[in-house]
């Protein structure tokens, strides 16, 4: 079993940037696929970036804005977001499940971190 602990969540203005971590123990991920996703007040969770082996997906909404990436040998997840908008506020959450393949719907990921809060406002 995988244990998820995200960090780096915070307040910014429009325009600025954070990078999220994503902090995993318990299995090596280096055999999961990882991913983001985000969850506004009073909407769904949604799908933001996920990444394979190396490969890397994106949602449009952040395409050119953020960046995934992992670091295996740190077990850890990162979430690089520029650019940061107003609609980009939301809970991020990050994901792991076994296996490769492009997945972005939640029920396709079997282990979840506890959430960070990022707030774009000026």
């Known amino acids: 079993q995988v244990q998820l602990v995200e960090s780096g969540g915070g307040r910014v203005e429009p325009g600025g940037s954070l990078r999220l971590s994503c902090a995993a123990s318990?299995?090596?991920?280096?055999?999961?696929?990882m991913a983001w996703f985000h969850q506004a007040p009073g909407k769904e969770r949604e799908f933001v970036a996920g990444?394979?082996?190396?490969?890397?997906y994106y949602a449009d909404s952040v395409k050119g804005r953020f960046t995934i990436s992992r670091d295996n040998a740190k077990n850890t997840l990162y979430l690089q977001m520029n650019s940061l908008k107003p609609e980009d506020t939301a809970v991020y959450y990050c994901a792991a499940a076994l296996g490769m393949g492009y997945r972005r719907s939640p029920s396709e990921y079997a282990y979840w971190g506890q959430g960070t809060q990022v707030t774009v406002s000026s």
């Open positions: 318990g299995r090596a991920i280096s055999s999961y696929r």
């Open positions: 990444i394979g082996w190396s490969a890397t």
